[in-house]
């Protein structure tokens, strides 16, 4: 068969065989390009992904975030621990008990938690849909124009596919900035619950002094459970609801794991960005990680101080803690590794011998030529408003608090519905509308008020510190008024009725006029910032329409020159890379090992947080307690171990798999020395980090005396 891709012209499987190193995260259907018997597989391309028959890629499950695997006919599901961390700490803020802390056990099926605000997504099909898409804007040239009935047809096809069905998920995704589209479509679970979490000081024993390191010892998993309406759809939750039956499920691995051996997964990586240009690296260098990381640590601090001696507001912040830590922290291994490794002069070296290969050939250049200096304009235009886009970004997201949000959000939503359905946000298509609205009944299980005053306090203070010329006049009502900052939020958090849910409720039944009559104050504020983020939206549909073009063509000129086979970047869809088993070298004369091991974890132990080991388990340490799970060459029971596979945030709790398919582990992290390594790959040094399965076992088994687990799996 003619491969689809030959038409696109930059994917010609002729190239794909001199792959050598482990870089890529490819998708399914360029599996049969991989040549996988001549590196190790025992099992086939079709073995892996078959678009007619069931195969290992059946059983693995999209979190919205992370990634897992079915492990048993009855819908058990294996993630990492801080996959589950979200809806641990929803059902501790609900029942004011610590499951991150303490963890969760279910001692049968009638115990399970529901995981408030999971779901889970298990792929139906996926179809290369490029060429319906761009038939649908052929003749446009406009840019803009062109990007913005893609986009309508996008939503348009999506909502067609999911037809109205609350447990249908669609997603169409854009590869190589536009040169490829695939649809995706999912079965949407909607009552996913927890089965067995370990306490923290297994499931994220290390915290983040040992996040993104190596060598690890955590045991960052958690087991959840699928289930389904008696009549097969993904209803919420309910008591009448029965375990799933998946169509496939994953085989625990029989046989020892040792260094070399090849190694794969199957997950959905979030976001690389492996074909940008110089201008894209120093714009995130110093205008994205740089100064987050300030901005991050400065909200940390705020939490930190909160949350010391105050358990109402330890549970209610614990995921917004862990999620900025942990953002931090790569943001801070991105500056490291692009500073020390003279990224960004590399790149430019890289990108001035493209340009003389271009410049050398006369039909590339006029197609190419001026490829580098548009971009380059491109990001002087972002230079332009940095300050005020800053300042003006804190209201919504992180950055603001819980009531603002909820005030915010309806009142967009209002104003889009006011629109013609064809002209409304992707994000506001009726149907996303109504799945957010079904997220507003755990919507304050994360509002502290002190901390939700002290968020919304801080970025008008930040926007009082603008220029005069440059500062946001839809803020001068409060800036320019007769109260001091503090005094207003503290009236506007008296006044509001943003506090009551069904206040919150009743304001998705109202047109934007009715919500401007509430007079009331956190949604005044928003309303009267609404133009200027309107303004912001529109301008940043021109920037994207641009940036894509001129990244499709960077792409482009790239290929001419090198002529190899490219995978797309990630971009939250199913992906498939390999490696083996293998250390690495960190610096000069050290070599890390690619195993640790239980007594590494005891090893570890100062009885603190986070390395306060349970006694349990360094008893069973001491007494060589290991059941079946001790690993014959180690002497002793894996913990951890590192691969060479290609991932990225997103993969979290991705199954890992050897040779013959079956399960070895679950990634759950990168290695800071790599962690540059969502703009380029480097064969030396990235290695992804996986909690052995044997760890997992162990735990289950002796650890929490879950047999019934094993006995589920097959063990
Ligand atoms: N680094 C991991 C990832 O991004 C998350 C680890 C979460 N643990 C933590 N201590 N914050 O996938």
Redesign the pocket.
């Known amino acids: 068969m003619i491969n689809k891709y030959l038409s696109i012209g930059i994917f010609c499987p002729l190239f794909v065989l001199n792959i050598q190193a482990e870089e890529g995260m490819w998708q399914l259907s360029q599996l049969p390009d991989l040549n996988l018997e001549k590196i190790g597989f025992e099992i086939s391309a079709g073995d892996i992904y078959s678009p007619d028959k069931l195969s290992i890629s059946t059983a693995i499950v999209w979190l919205g975030g992370c990634s897992a695997s079915f492990v048993s006919a009855d819908g058990l599901v294996l993630t990492n621990h801080?996959c589950a961390y979200g809806s641990l700490q929803r059902n501790s803020a609900k029942d004011s008990i610590d499951y991150i802390d303490e963890g969760f056990l279910a001692k049968d099926r009638s115990e399970e938690l529901p995981a408030i605000g999971q779901h889970a997504y298990v792929l139906k099909s996926m179809a290369d849909v490029t060429d319906v898409i761009l038939k649908s804007v052929k003749g446009i040239e406009a840019l803009t124009e062109k990007e913005k009935r893609i986009e309508q047809k996008i939503t348009a096809m999506e909502k067609e596919a999911e037809n109205d069905r609350e447990d249908r998920y669609c997603y169409i995704a854009t590869n190589y900035n536009g040169k490829q589209y695939v649809k995706y479509l999912f079965n949407k679970y909607q009552d996913v619950r927890i089965v067995f979490a370990p306490p923290a000081a297994i499931g994220?024993y290390g915290?983040?002094i040992d996040?993104?390191m190596w060598p690890r010892h955590t045991g960052d998993f958690t087991y959840l459970r699928v289930y389904q309406a008696p009549d097969g759809s993904g209803a919420k939750y309910s008591d009448d609801n029965i375990p799933l039956k998946p169509g496939n499920y994953l085989k625990i691995a029989k046989t020892d794991l040792k260094d070399g051996d090849m190694t794969f997964i199957l997950g959905y990586p979030g976001r690389t960005m492996r074909y940008r240009s110089s201008y894209s690296v120093d714009w995130n260098l110093n205008r994205t990680y740089i100064p987050r990381i300030e901005r991050f640590q400065s909200i940390l601090d705020i939490i930190t101080e909160m949350s010391n001696e105050n358990q109402e507001a330890k549970l209610k912040l614990a995921s917004y803690d862990?999620g900025l830590?942990?953002t931090m922290k790569n943001f801070q291994g991105n500056v490291d590794g692009m500073q020390s490794s003279n990224f960004i002069e590399n790149k430019r070296a890289f990108e001035a011998d493209l340009m003389s290969f271009i410049n050398s050939k006369r039909k590339l250049k006029k197609m190419y030529g001026d490829v580098m200096e548009k971009i380059a304009a491109q990001y002087a235009i972002l230079e332009q408003s940095y300050d005020y886009d800053q300042v003006l970004e804190n209201f919504g997201g992180y950055t603001i608090g819980v009531l603002y949000n909820l005030g915010s959000k309806a009142y967009d939503v209002a104003r889009e519905r006011a629109k013609p359905e064809t002209d409304r946000r992707p994000e506001f298509s009726e149907k996303r509308v109504k799945d957010g609205m079904a997220n507003l009944d755990y919507a304050y299980l994360r509002f502290y008020e002190p901390f939700d005053k002290t968020m919304l306090t801080r970025a008008l203070q930040q926007a009082a510190k603008l220029p005069e010329e440059q500062r946001i006049t839809a803020l001068d009502f409060i800036l320019k008024g007769s109260m001091e900052i503090d005094a207003w939020v503290d009236d506007a958090f008296a006044k509001t009725g943003l506090k009551d849910i069904a206040y919150v409720k009743d304001l998705y039944n109202k047109t934007p006029e009715e919500i401007e009559a509430l007079n009331d104050p956190l949604i005044d504020l928003a309303i009267k910032l609404y133009d200027a983020k309107d303004r912001k939206y529109e301008e940043g549909k021109v920037w994207n329409a641009q940036i894509q073009d001129l990244r499709k063509k960077y792409i482009d000129a790239l290929y001419a020159w090198k002529g190899q086979s490219l995978y797309p970047d990630a971009n939250s869809t199913m992906r498939f890379t390999f490696g083996k088993v293998k250390g690495y070298k960190p610096a000069d004369g050290i070599w890390y090992e690619p195993f640790t091991t239980l007594k590494g974890v005891v090893e570890k132990d100062t009885g603190e947080e986070p390395f306060n080991n349970p006694a349990k388990l360094t008893e069973l340490s001491r007494s060589k307690d290991y059941g079946k799970w001790i690993d014959p060459e180690l002497g002793d029971v894996p913990s951890c171990f590192l691969a060479e596979c290609d991932i990225t945030?997103g993969n979290?709790g991705s199954a890992v798999m050897n040779a013959k398919g079956e399960l070895i582990g679950l990634a759950?992290?990168g290695n800071y020395e790599a962690m540059t390594s969502d703009w380029l790959y480097n064969p030396e040094l990235q290695r992804t980090i996986v909690v052995d399965i044997r760890y997992v076992l162990f735990i289950t088994d002796k650890f929490a005396g879950a047999d019934y687990l094993l006995k589920e799996m097959g063990i």
């Open positions: 801080h994220n915290g983040d996040n993104w862990a830590n942990n945030g979290s759950f992290d």
